[in-house]
């Protein structure tokens, strides 16, 4: 049996057909033998220089927004003392501010055209 129509010799991965002990020869090696391959292969410094930054970017903005997120869960229980009537204003505010958007924006909550 030859590989694809062609070309001399036998069937290999290329061809989509995989030799049976192949598979398990992938499998079967043993974590020592793969860490040592991965040994001759050099370090991605690019990668690392990339992660590197995001993380410290990420930790100087924790660093300055985490003692205003603080104050706001110590205020927490200062909540109890809100008077309810407040929401309201709060919710007609919130309603407005939508409707306005959707008659200005032409999106399908707005009124349709030509229905002036």
């Not at 598979?23 to 040592?36: P, V």
């Not at 991965?38 to 924790?62: E, M, N, Y």
């Amino acid at each position: 049996m030859t590989g694809t129509p062609g070309s001399a010799g036998p069937p290999g991965p290329a061809d989509g057909i995989v030799p049976p002990g192949a598979a398990r020869d992938q499998k079967s090696r043993s974590f020592e033998s793969q860490f040592e391959e991965h040994q001759d292969t050099p370090f991605a410094w690019k990668s690392l220089v990339k992660r590197s930054i995001v993380v410290l970017v990420a930790g100087v903005a924790f660093y300055l927004v985490l003692p205003e997120l603080v104050a706001v869960f110590h205020a927490w229980p200062k909540l109890v003392t809100l008077n309810l009537l407040w929401f309201i204003p709060a919710l007609l505010a919130e309603g407005s501010t939508s409707c306005a958007r959707s008659h200005c924006s032409g999106s399908p909550c707005g009124p349709r055209p030509g229905s002036r």
